[in-house]
Structures are given as C-alpha cells and as structure tokens.
C-alpha cells in the first residue's frame, strides 16, 4: 500500500518569513494530493491540494508543487504569520485510497 | 454546509471495558475512513468502507476492534476491551465517489477517547 513520509516534524519560523514542508509517496499510482491543515482541538480541514497532471499551484499565501518523477511534493507558505501556526498533514490518494504523512507542527512567532 | 457528525465528542472508559463510536458521513458520500490519531501525529488508518464493504482493515486490530456500516451509511466502531494504548482521538472522514478523479476528505469533530 501507499506510505506517505512527511518531514520536518517540527518547524519554527519568524512571522514573515517562509515555511516548506516536504513529503514523498511510494505509489506511483497516486493521484490526488490534498494537503490538511488541523488547528488544536479542530478538525482537519484541506488547505490546498493538486493533481497529478498539474506540476504547481498556488492560492494566495500558499502554494504547493508536485514532482511526479521523484515522488514528491512540498506545500510552500508565505508570509508566515501567527494564525498559520497549526499542524499540517499531506496525503497521497488514488481511488479514494487515502493515505496521510506523520504531521508537522508549524509555529510562527510573532 | 454538510458536515460529517461524529459522536460522542469525549469518552473516557476504564480498561477492559467495550466502548463504540459512530459516524454519519455527508449524505451521498460513498467512501468512510476511520483514522485513529495520537496526540501530535498523523492520521492512522484503521478501516475503509466503499459503501457497505470493507476494502482495507489491514491496520485494524481484529482481535478486539471491529467497523461496520450495514447500509452504506452510517458507521459503528467498536473496541472490545479497552487498553490504555488506546486513548487517541478517533476521526472518521467521507469521500464522494466521481468517477476517474479523488477527491477531498472531509473529516468530523472526532471522538477523543481516553482510557482509565
């Protein structure tokens, strides 16, 4: 089955600055990869995600790139600021096949 | 918005005792996944259901858990006896079913259980 490998686990950042979170997948079949963000007490709740025939996109402040050949891809913030902070999880899915990343926690300090 | 409903929120049962979980995913949804979740990590698939089948319990310890949802709709997760390991939040997400393309999960409040 699919194994989705999620790095760092934790990661502090100065408000403004920028955060990347990287993850690979083993299943070359997969083809859909959501990315989860998941506030303390809350739900998880998808931020971002991107198919396997588009290489990058991006929505305002976050953007998120695929490369397929290696079996990675990585979520990218922006001006990071203090409401970013949260635990971000990546899947990797194919035929609602999903499967998710261990997590990485996200501080930013204002 | 449809959401999916979880309950209960909270649960705190002794060891050895038998404790149950329901879901009911966004109506029309035909993909339910129970994931256990430790404090700080990842979603842990436990079970998937397509409709009323299982098509992946190879995570799900058998010997005291078990998943079902008899009509393809809502879903009852049970473990029968509680250990301490078991304390963790218990989420349980739905996925429509299109044809040639996945799509987003969308996960309840979850039940967080603890185990005395």
């Known amino acids: 089955g699919e194994n989705v490998e999620q790095h760092p686990s934790t990661l502090s950042v100065q408000e403004g600055d920028s955060a990347v979170i990287k993850c690979t997948y083993s299943?070359?079949?997969?083809?859909?990869f959501p990315w989860y963000k998941q506030e303390l007490g809350k739900r998880p709740q998808l931020i971002i995600d991107i198919r396997s025939n588009v290489g990058e996109k991006k929505d305002q402040r976050i953007a998120v790139t695929l490369n397929k050949t290696a079996k990675h891809f990585s979520l990218h913030i922006t001006e990071t600021q203090p409401e970013d902070s949260a635990v971000y999880f990546c899947a990797a899915s194919q035929g609602n096949d999903m499967r998710f990343g261990a997590g990485t926690r996200l501080t930013v300090k204002p | 918005e449809a959401e999916v409903a979880q309950s209960p929120r909270y649960k705190i049962t002794e060891k050895s005792q038998a404790v149950a979980f329901w879901c009911d995913p966004i109506?029309?949804?035909?993909?339910l996944y129970w994931y256990r979740q430790i404090l700080g990590q990842g979603p842990e698939l436990l079970v998937q259901f397509q409709d009323e089948s299982v098509v992946d319990d190879s995570q799900l310890p058998k010997d005291r858990f078990s998943a079902e949802r008899l009509k393809g709709v809502d879903s009852t997760l049970k473990i029968q006896p509680a250990e301490l390991g078991d304390s963790a939040m218990y989420l349980c997400a739905s996925q429509p079913r299109l044809r040639g393309a996945d799509t987003e999960a969308f996960f309840g409040q979850g039940t967080r259980l603890t185990v005395v």
């Open positions: 299943d070359s079949a997969s083809n859909y």
């Open positions: 109506s029309g949804h035909a993909t």
